[in-house]
């Protein structure tokens, strides 16, 4: 009784969150190409683009168990997840390094940041042990997974060594906007 009063509530949440609409949440991004600063909602499905000198924009964005499906599973470029606890002594510091990431990796790979304190789901479908916890996923698929903090280099080399593909693209310069 108390388990489906639970479960209907949840699925209460889920609906009123569906109800306000897809990629409500925004953040204001600056392009890497000419300093313009544009706003970009969690989730567009496709890659977002300057609207001054249309280059390709970090894309950057948050999700909790809500929208994860339609922010992360469905998106059009591979994501890499960056789930971290506001506590702890890495929490904070972590912010930076994945705007860095984001940036470098422009036009390839959709960062998603998921804070885990309010994704419990999230937590357990990827049995979250450590902050941060980084995964990398295509078409809604776990690709890899690296748990600790880590500087963006490091980031960078972990996301170029399970993405060949997608980093390839990115050495090109034909394909920096
Ligand atoms: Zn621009």
Redesign the pocket.
């Known amino acids: 009784m108390v388990d489906d009063r639970g479960r209907q509530e949840e699925t209460w949440h889920v609906t009123g969150e569906a109800r306000r609409g897809r990629g409500t949440r925004a953040r204001m991004l600056a392009?890497r190409?000419?300093?313009?600063r544009n706003r970009v909602l969690s989730g567009a499905l496709d890659l977002p683009r300057?609207r001054?000198?249309?280059?390709p924009l970090p894309w950057l964005v948050d999700a909790s168990d809500v929208d994860f499906a339609g922010v992360a599973d469905a998106a059009a470029l591979p994501v890499l997840v960056d789930l971290w606890a506001p506590v702890g002594p890495h929490g904070p510091r972590v912010i930076p390094v994945m705007e860095q990431v984001a940036g470098d990796l422009a036009g390839q790979v959709k960062v998603v940041k998921v804070n885990v304190e309010g994704a419990p789901r999230l937590s357990r479908r990827f049995s979250v042990q450590a902050s941060p916890t980084l995964l990398v996923m295509e078409g809604g698929r776990l690709v890899a997974c690296k748990c600790g903090p880590a500087p963006a280099y490091e980031i960078l080399g972990w996301v170029e060594q399970v993405l060949p593909r997608a980093v390839a693209q990115l050495a090109d310069p034909r394909n920096r906007g």
């Open positions: 392009c190409l000419c300093g313009h300057c001054d000198c249309h280059g």
